[in-house]
């Protein structure tokens, strides 16, 4: 599929065993010999060999770079690394960068295809169902900051995608209870349609059977793309993709990046965004609760026992979508619909956080 964006068009291929292709896609694609493969240990083990196997068949010549996994490897000095590794490897500015992993990967090799002379191809090629679905869709490009998550990064289109459902069979199941939020996330604001095949096809996207997996993808990857071409550096439209990030981001840097996945973070903050959209009168109780069941049955990884309110809400005041120094929260009115609104009690906020905390509220008896 094709995601139209100002200036840059590109195309999303989905489909088991587009691995195997990838060197003979680049080269139809992009003038150039060489390319940079930026992976982390864990995936270089799974399938850097298979990688780099089609890139040769091809023709290209490449130098792997193994980065350390998790969210600590977004962060400015190490991408300095790799770009020592881009210059020693004589990368020009027509040599695409090839982002072989999940989100931490893509994100971090994005920025650094972004900001290495100016700017040079972006390949992703992403690995587990959370970038599949989302961060390798849409030009987001960033590091980490100790005090916030991703506020250092630019919008920066990649020039591929090449996403295989099949490797996701080697995601471990916590990985993949992580990867749910983003598709569950899409189904509340994108479409009722959806959300009704997600509550009866839950356990098999869970499970990575294929045909399952792939539709899930494919759902996700065009709501993306629809907002993305409708608002592509995020001044108004785009902002509904951060429903349940506010909380969500704010978890994971009060924690210091090493106790949630982003996914594990993100499926709190969804339910904290649908119950406060209840509280507020703004989503009818019915489909507050077949919401909540949804992601009840994915169950939320519980709070750390020093994690506290006011270490979360210090985090929420970095929040990039912060307007005069008001949060801006997604809320949902209805099922298929979000709201953009910098109108909702702070109190509200720190009520629901807390419930969470303590393991009430709409979490009750849903930790795993």
Not at 157 to 165: E, K, N, R
Not at 227 to 242: A, F, G, K, M, P
């Amino acid at each position: 599929m094709a995601v139209n964006c100002a200036g840059h068009s590109y195309q999303v291929y989905i489909k088991a065993g587009v691995l195997d292709e990838l060197g003979r896609m680049m080269r139809g694609l992009l003038d150039s010999n060489r390319a940079l493969l930026i992976t982390d240990h864990q995936v270089e083990e799974l399938y850097g060999e298979r990688c780099r196997r089609s890139l040769f068949a091809a023709g290209w010549k490449v130098k792997t770079v193994r980065i350390p996994p998790g969210e600590t490897s977004k962060s400015l000095p190490q991408a300095e690394e790799l770009y020592g590794a881009a210059l020693d490897f004589g990368l020009d500015r027509f040599s695409p960068v090839v982002a072989l992993g999940g989100g931490v990967v893509g994100d971090l090799a994005g920025f650094v295809a972004a900001t290495f002379m100016r700017g040079v191809p972006l390949v992703a090629v992403p690995t587990t169902l959370l970038a599949q679905v989302d961060s390798s869709v849409g030009g987001k490009v960033a590091v980490n900051h100790p005090r916030g998550k991703n506020l250092i990064g630019t919008f920066y289109q990649p020039h591929l995608v090449a996403t295989d459902p099949a490797v996701l069979t080697t995601l471990s199941l916590r990985q993949r209870r992580a990867a749910l939020a983003e598709i569950i996330k899409c189904a509340l604001i994108g479409e009722r349609q959806f959300f009704k095949w997600l509550q009866s096809h839950l356990g098999q996207v869970l499970s990575a059977k294929l045909p399952a997996a792939t539709r899930a993808i494919a759902f996700s990857v065009q709501f993306k793309a629809r907002v993305v071409e409708r608002d592509e550096r995020e001044s108004d439209h785009r902002r509904i993709l951060n429903f349940g990030h506010t909380i969500g981001h704010a978890l994971e840097a009060s924690t210091g990046y090493r106790y949630y996945l982003h996914g594990e973070a993100v499926l709190i903050g969804l339910a904290a965004a649908v119950e406060i959209s209840r509280r507020r009168g703004l989503l009818e109780p019915g489909a507050a609760e077949a919401a909540l069941q949804l992601l009840s049955r994915v169950g939320y990884r519980p709070p750390p026992a020093d994690l506290t309110l006011s270490a979360v809400e210090e985090r929420l005041k970095y929040d990039k979508k912060r307007r005069r120094e008001q949060l801006v929260f997604v809320l949902l009115p209805a099922i298929g619909e979000a709201k953009i609104t910098a109108e909702v009690d702070e109190s509200l906020i720190r009520a629901v956080i807390q419930e969470y905390l303590e393991g009430g509220g709409p979490f009750k008896g849903a930790f795993i």
